[in-house]
């Protein structure tokens, strides 16, 4: 059984995440998306609500299974049993970044392949940060994220306005 995993932030998760998701679950038996809950930055969602905004785009898949994992990356791909790690890279700019991870990731747990796969040109503008912001100033984020995060943002931002 060939297992994979997706890391990363999701914060929120977006057509992009979603998009590389749906595509890696069908070369591996088993992805697990991986969500990291990392405390050192400063999240809108908390891991167990980005994991609900995941699980719920997911339902009918039974591949994929969606958990969060505070600590180093190679230490949950080696717990999980995987051989392949998945990054998405959207422009040349996510490039350098995810190859110097990959090297380190690599030198911490050698059985262990990053795969990159390229974004679908339909969501290459896609960026949780820059999302975030324009939802935060009222722009319309509907056509970036899935309908339930479109929700879950503007719920978010409304009651952030209201504290
Ligand atoms: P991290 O903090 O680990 O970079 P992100 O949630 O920003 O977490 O990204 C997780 C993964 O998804 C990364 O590999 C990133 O390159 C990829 N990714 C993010 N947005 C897109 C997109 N629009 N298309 C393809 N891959 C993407």
Do not use: W
């Amino acid at each position: 059984m060939k297992c994979a995993m997706f890391p990363g932030s999701f914060d929120p998760p977006t057509l992009g995440h979603i998009n590389i998701i749906e595509r890696s679950a069908r070369l591996y038996d088993r992805l697990y998306v991986v969500v990291a809950d990392n405390v050192a930055k400063k999240c809108l969602f908390t891991a167990e609500e980005r994991i609900r905004l995941i699980k719920d785009n997911f339902r009918d898949k039974e591949n994929i299974e969606v958990l969060s994992f505070r600590g180093l990356t190679v230490d949950i791909a080696r717990e999980l049993g995987v051989d392949v790690m998945i990054r998405g890279v959207r422009a040349a700019g996510d490039f350098g970044y995810e190859f110097e991870l990959a090297m380190t990731n690599k030198q911490l747990l050698p059985t262990v392949e990053t795969l990159f796969m390229p974004t679908d040109p339909h969501y290459f503008l896609l960026r949780s940060s820059a999302i975030k912001e324009m939802a935060i100033f009222g722009a319309d984020i509907s056509a970036m994220v899935p309908a339930n995060v479109a929700k879950a943002l503007a719920e978010r931002v409304v009651s952030r306005e209201t504290l």
